[in-house]
């Protein structure tokens, strides 16, 4: 295996999964969806991509060879999809009680 491809196997091994994740994350709820939800979710998928990427690297920098070949595979897969999902489950809170808040403000407004 060449080393750019040992390098990112963890990416690569998540990418359809974390992109199956990011569609579910991006379409719901349905509404509402004007530009600053739009901004907050690619701003959301950006840093959680980022995270797992920098958690992958660390990984593969940080294991200990001396645990067997494949230890520095499992340890950036671990990180990675654990930054990932941390990252988009702290985005998914902070989106609810967003749109919560927007809720009530546009309900208080009208009556």
């Known amino acids: 295996m060449s080393a750019?491809?040992?390098l990112h196997l963890a990416l690569i091994l998540f990418a359809p999964w974390f992109a199956v994740l990011s569609v579910l994350f991006w379409r719901y709820?349905?509404?509402?969806?004007?530009?600053?939800?739009?901004?907050f979710d690619t701003a959301s998928l950006l840093l959680a991509t980022a995270?797992?990427?920098g958690g992958m690297y660390w990984g593969m920098a940080e294991a200990d060879a001396g645990y067997g070949p494949m230890w520095?595979?499992?340890l950036a897969t671990s990180v990675a999809y654990g930054l990932y999902l941390a990252v988009m489950t702290l985005a998914l809170v902070v989106r609810t009680r967003w749109l919560?808040?927007?809720d009530e403000a546009i309900a208080g407004s009208a009556a």
């Open 4 to 6: 750019g491809v040992q």
């Open 51 to 53: 995270a797992a990427a």
């Open 72 to 74: 520095k595979q499992v």
């Open 29 to 39: 709820p349905r509404q509402p969806h004007g530009p600053a939800r739009a901004a």
């Open 100 to 102: 919560r808040r927007r």
